[in-house]
């Protein structure tokens, strides 16, 4: 698949917000529609400019196979995502990439699929949950396990649902903390491995969320079997240049922008165990 | 119709474990249904049974004034619930609640403790099952104080 590179990597195109939706208190959805398009991989994020304010690393979250429409949803954290989240329609933002190594769909072809994706980690791996149903055939069974701390900040809620009512995908969905006017699942994101339907030795994962969520699911992963190469997670880490020159994002022999931020897990997996790297 | 002995074979926490020790578990045991909202265990009343979840789905939780129920977890097919049964004073500490309709097998905990004592072999072999289900348990809660979807890389 070809993707949308740009020329010089350390210019950004100034794109103009089309479209700004609220997903959750603190969480926006901005939609661009760049000249020519945008075409990216799943997993790939770009880097994102908020005029006189800075730039931060965001994942592309829309549909690869709809490239006219350049889509990311960011959570406003600090000084640049809360600028990012309160660009309106016609703000212009400085946008370069894509970025970065992809999920794994092509290779995961043929077997059965688990996704796990905790909070803002729901953004990242849409797009690979899109390529997925176009190309449902192509798979085995195919398990969505979605995290989130509360009901009221489920990430894409209408969209969630509209997956978990199709025949072809088991979709589960829990919570942090609720009251017992949610009738779902309570409890880690990682307690629903069990109980999904997936043969360990011909499963792919995908993995994506906050860190430590990631280490528990790692965990309950490889007791469910599946081979550490074949676990794949998206890491976060600063980023500047975004293009392996400036170390910034290194994790170990890594940089984190141009070696991930989708990683196999074996690769990175003694990593783990070292605090603060 | 199944035997006790044929549901407490199919149910996970009793895996592996021979045909013998089964039938001794199955002579605790009953099969029970709720109706969704029905209460399994109440907090604070007496904890003389505890549940193997067969099918459906139940809330683990807690009165909180002024807030209302709050839910801790949530326990499906192959979940067990409580285990005030197994240590003084036998006082169940959360409420568990049927969210739909859900069957079980409940076990009589005295009589299970009974049968530990006087065979100290089997009591082991159990015991060690509920310590690996709490452990597990335990280890979910505090992933969950973590609060781990806050602002944390
Ligand atoms: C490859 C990659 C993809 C990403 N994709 C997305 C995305 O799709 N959507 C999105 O909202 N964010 C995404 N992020 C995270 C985003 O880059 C950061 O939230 C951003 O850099 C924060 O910058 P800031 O100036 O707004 O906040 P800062 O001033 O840098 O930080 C403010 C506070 O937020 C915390 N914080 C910073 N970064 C994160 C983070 N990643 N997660 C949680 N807390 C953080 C800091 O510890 C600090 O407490 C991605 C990061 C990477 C590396
Ligand atoms: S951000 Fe510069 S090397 Fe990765």
């Known amino acids: 698949m070809e993707t949308g590179a740009n020329p010089n990597p350390m210019l950004p195109k100034f794109l103009r917000v089309v479209k700004r939706h609220r997903e959750l208190p603190d969480t926006w959805t901005l939609d661009f529609d760049p000249v020519g398009g945008f075409p990216f991989l799943p997993g790939q994020f770009n880097m994102m400019y908020a005029f006189g304010i800075g730039e931060v690393p965001v994942s592309i979250s829309g549909d690869p196979a709809r490239p006219e429409t350049l889509v990311h949803t960011i959570r406003a954290v600090g000084k640049v995502t809360e600028a990012l989240c309160a660009a309106g329609p016609g703000t212009e933002v400085g946008i370069r990439g894509p970025y970065g190594t992809a999920w794994p769909v092509v290779e995961a072809e043929g077997g059965d699929l688990l996704i796990i994706a905790g909070g803002i980690g729901l953004a990242p791996i849409r797009p690979a949950l899109y390529h997925i149903f176009a190309n449902r055939s192509k798979y085995g069974r195919v398990s969505i396990l979605i995290g989130g701390r509360s009901p009221e900040v489920l990430l894409y809620p209408a969209e969630v649902r509209q997956w978990r009512g199709r025949f072809d995908v088991e979709v589960e969905v829990t919570v942090d903390t609720s009251n017992q006017a949610w009738r779902g699942n309570v409890g880690v994101v990682t307690s629903l491995v069990r109980r999904a339907s997936f043969d360990p030795a011909v499963t792919t994962a995908f993995v994506c969320g906050p860190e430590v969520m990631f280490r528990y699911a790692t965990i309950e992963l490889t007791k469910a079997g599946i081979s550490p190469n074949r676990t794949f997670v998206s890491m976060e880490r600063n980023m500047k240049c975004a293009i392996g020159l400036c170390g910034h994002c290194q994790y170990g022999p890594d940089f984190v922008c141009k070696d991930g931020p989708v990683f196999a897990f074996d690769k990175i997996e003694r990593l783990f165990r070292i605090r603060e790297v | ?153």
């Open chain 2, 1 to 153: 119709m199944k035997r006790i002995a044929d549901l407490v074979a199919e149910h996970p926490i009793f895996a592996d474990l021979d045909d013998a020790d089964r039938e001794l578990i199955a002579g605790c045991g009953r099969n029970v249904t709720f109706k969704p909202g029905e209460l399994l265990t109440r907090e604070g009343a007496a904890a003389n049974e505890f549940f193997a979840i067969r099918k459906g789905k139940v809330s683990i939780g807690t009165h909180v004034p002024h807030l209302g129920d709050a839910v801790i977890e949530t326990l499906d097919a192959g979940d067990v619930v409580g285990w005030s049964w197994l240590f003084p004073p036998y006082r169940t500490h959360f409420d568990a609640r049927a969210i739909v309709a859900t069957h079980t097998i409940a076990f009589d905990g005295a009589c299970l403790r009974t049968k530990c004592e006087s065979d100290p072999a089997f009591g082991y072999k159990l015991i060690k099952r509920f310590a690996a289900v709490m452990m597990d348990r335990m280890q979910a809660t505090r992933l969950q104080l973590l609060d781990m979807y806050g602002n944390w890389r």
